[in-house]
């Protein structure tokens, strides 16, 4: 059996090409993708996903603006930002970043039902996205609500994609094992 040594560097490389395509056509015609980012409290973790995030943005041509929300803020207040968010014509999704403090109900807001403004026909339609916990690290993640699969998971395939499709792999990044 041969063992094939996933090149992620490569791979990002090739996901951020298909996005830049993808991207210039909505510019194209006159949209500029946009992310609003919930981050509530202090999470060192949180911070530096969502700094990486933005800086993805930039790095695209998506417009971003994050909402700097304190550790005390209640289940109102960030339900209130991501409505907002939810109204906006430049904002086309919205990354709710877990875990939210112990003040916020996350079941609440992550299963928001957004009155969302008409949107040109043929442009993007309002997409959530939400950092999650594992499920089984505390109460509040376990949710009810029908929530997107966990990041970490969702990436791991993301990554296999392009050699499913056929993307060589480097011979100095491959090796055979035994199987």
């Known amino acids: 059996m041969t063992a094939v040594l996933l090149d992620g560097t490569a791979t990002a490389r090739q996901i951020k090409d298909e996005l830049r395509a993808e991207i210039e ?16 409290g202090e999470n060192p ?5 969502v700094r990486n995030k933005t800086r993805a943005c930039d790095e695209l041509g998506i417009y971003h603006e994050t909402a700097l929300l304190t550790a ?16 906006r014509e430049d904002i086309h999704g919205i990354l709710v970043q877990l875990p939210l403090p112990a003040s916020v109900d996350a079941s609440r807001v992550l299963s928001l039902r957004l009155r969302l403004p008409s949107k ?9 996205v939400i950092g999650r916990v594992k499920p089984s690290s505390s109460a509040r993640a376990r949710a ?14 993301t990554m296999t994609q392009p050699y499913d499709r056929g993307m060589p792999a480097s011979d100095a990044r491959s090796r055979s094992k035994p199987g």
Request: net charge positive; hydrophobic share 40%.
């Open 25 to 40: 056509a909505l510019k194209e015609r006159s949209v500029r993708p946009g992310l609003g980012v919930v981050l509530a």
């Open 120 to 128: 040109p026909r043929g442009t993007l339609k309002t997409v959530w």
């Open 72 to 87: 005390t803020a209640n289940t109102d207040e960030v339900a209130a930002k991501v409505q907002e968010y939810g109204r």
């Open 144 to 157: 009810t609500v029908d929530l997107p699969a966990p990041a970490g998971p969702s990436i791991a395939i």
């Open 45 to 49: 973790a949180s911070s530096v996903y």
